[in-house]
């Protein structure tokens, strides 16, 4: 959520230009990702793309909305030197945002040149639009969202039919509009989008992260008071209640009635939005999830990748944004819908070199979860072992981690092999992080798709604890790559919505989600779980010293959808 990440991937351009995409200076590249394995429907699917017809006119406005607040927003329109079009063409917000940034998105421009009217807008209270900043996600800006649709579908220039997309923020605004009906909202594309900012972002399983404080200090283009008022709201609120139960749209999406198509990442911080969004809407949402963080992965053609802050060997193109909305709003016949529910990238441990699959159905309909029970000598066994005790200390500055962006399994400081290390002594003293339970090498690849969950039965010495569970592959030359994380606060387990009290010293079961994953190991790797406390950058390092006392046996194991 940050305004670093905000564009995903997009870079600045003039936003007077004309023409911008159709005639690059710099060199370009395929998107790499667009040459993976994947099924033919697949393939023809996100090779989607037509040609610029039209040069992007832009011009500054502002939206009254219906209390009289004035929204400054950018309008790119289809035209020709110099002069908009006069046919009438369908039309869409991008970003509502408070970001002021996304003005400057050559996607506009690349939609523009494709018979497009474009609105891009800051939110109320912040940029350049007026009113107060309400703190984020507050019914006020839902409604603004909703006027905006309806003032732009009202338009010279415009068919009637209006989608909506938007990156991080903007995808929630996206959902949240989508709930309200908008008569002339069609389809919607949510990028990189969490469905429940509390438990995803700011408080992942009830534990402090410290994105939550970056982001109300630096992110959105506020006020000084604004800034201040809306982290000491995060800060008043750390239970799931009645201020994120308003922001949030896992409860919000039953209301939603136009088709979405909802792209996100296996690495990114908001990983497991689309999946609650498909189980919600099984007919109306359409998922496409790849090896991406939160940015750098739409790549629009005809422009440098380089200058869009796109890693392009891990990319793919911009097109299939163009093709869902030729689909629903052009209604051009070459405009397909997913060849299947779910478009989805199974990774390997080298970047980039996995696999794109389709499936009716999440997880894949055919999968099995066998059960793995960590051992006291640090193994994972498919039999429960005999029930005895495995101790650990809490270390609140463990890690590493990626801060903001998400599970970064390529990054070489990402590498968990040192945090690993145990040195232990003959007389008992040792060094070690966190507890790690590892699988044998496999002998074959092996494909795992689906939730991966940790079922903990522990007893701590302290009245609370944060429980940090990680899955990662071990690679023979002694690498170790993150996979998924998962965070649970003790007294968080029957609920996010109210603490219950830990009796210390009395073994209680608890259940830490690791997330939606998709990952093929490969013969002589190994997979690994980790138990710890702590996870630094991410994790606020607030966690009480102590220790945790991990009862092994029947109630502790590990469910990993094996895909056969």
Not at 184 to 200: F, K, M, N
Request: proline share 9%; with cysteine; hydrophobic share 35%.
């Amino acid at each position: 959520m940050a305004t670093t990440l905000a564009l995903t991937g997009f870079a600045s351009s003039s936003a007077n230009s004309t023409g911008a995409t159709g005639s690059a200076t710099a060199q370009e590249s395929r998107p790499g990702l667009l040459d993976s394995p994947a099924p033919k429907a697949v393939h023809d699917w996100l090779g989607y793309d037509r040609p610029a017809q039209y040069d992007s006119i832009a011009s500054e406005v502002r939206v009254p909305m219906r209390d009289g607040t004035r929204l400054a927003c950018y309008l790119y329109r289809p035209g020709h030197d110099g002069d908009a079009d006069s046919a009438e063409h369908p039309s869409l917000l991008v970003d509502f945002t408070p970001y002021q940034k996304y003005r400057a998105n050559p996607a506009n421009t690349y939609l523009a040149e494709r018979g497009y009217n474009v609105l891009n807008c800051d939110v109320r209270g912040s940029g350049n639009s007026t009113g107060t900043f309400p703190s984020w996600f507050q019914p006020k800006e839902a409604t603004d969202n909703y006027d905006l649709i309806e003032w732009l579908a009202r338009q010279p220039g415009a068919t009637g039919d209006v989608g909506q997309m938007g990156q991080s923020y903007g995808s929630i605004t996206s959902y949240r509009a989508a709930a309200l009906k908008p008569p002339h909202l069609r389809a919607i594309i949510p990028i990189v989008s969490p469905t429940d900012i509390y438990s995803e972002w700011v408080y992942p399983g009830g534990v402090p992260s410290t994105n939550g404080t970056r982001w109300a200090n630096s992110g959105p283009v506020l006020s000084p008071g604004d800034h201040t008022g809306t982290l000491r709201s995060f800060q008043q609120h750390p239970l799931y209640d009645a201020y994120w139960k308003q922001a949030v749209t896992t409860n919000k999406l039953r209301d939603v009635e136009v088709p979405a198509l909802h792209i996100g990442g296996y690495f990114d911080i908001f990983k497991n939005g689309g999946f609650d969004a498909l189980k919600q809407r099984p007919r109306q949402t359409w998922l496409l999830n790849g090896p991406w963080v939160h940015g750098g992965f739409l790549q629009i053609p005809g422009l440098d990748p380089a200058l869009q802050g796109v890693d392009s060997p891990n990319a793919i193109s911009f097109s299939v944004v163009l093709q869902w909305f030729d689909h629903w709003l052009a209604k051009r016949p070459g405009a397909q819908l997913p060849p299947d529910r779910v478009i989805s990238y199974a990774s390997t441990s080298v970047k980039a070199s996995g696999s794109w699959h389709g499936y009716r159905q999440w997880p894949p309909a055919a999968p099995s979860g066998p059960r793995l029970y960590p051992t006291a000598d640090g193994a994972l066994v498919k039999k429960a072992p005999a029930s005895t005790g495995f101790r650990y200390q809490v270390n609140p500055a463990d890690g590493p981690s990626a801060d903001v962006t998400g599970t970064l399994p390529y990054d070489p400081s990402q590498n968990q092999a040192s945090a690993e290390q145990i040195n232990t002594l003959s007389n008992g003293r040792y060094t070690s992080n966190r507890a790690t339970f590892t699988l044998p090498a496999f002998t074959a690849d092996t494909t795992l798709a689906g939730p991966v969950t940790l079922h903990l039965n522990a007893s701590i010495d302290t009245q609370d604890t944060y429980f940090v569970s990680k899955l990662e592959t071990v690679l023979p030359d002694g690498r170790v790559l993150p996979i998924e994380t998962g965070y649970l606060r003790a007294q968080l387990r029957d609920g996010l919505e109210k603490a219950k009290p830990v009796t210390p010293g009395t073994p209680t079961q608890y259940t830490v989600s690791l997330g939606q994953t998709h990952w093929r190991f490969m013969p002589g790797e190994k997979l690994r779980i980790t138990i710890g406390g702590g996870d630094s950058p991410r994790i606020v390092p607030t966690n009480l010293a102590g220790a945790v006392t991990v009862h092994l046996g029947g109630k502790t194991y590990v469910e990993v959808p094996v895909l056969r």
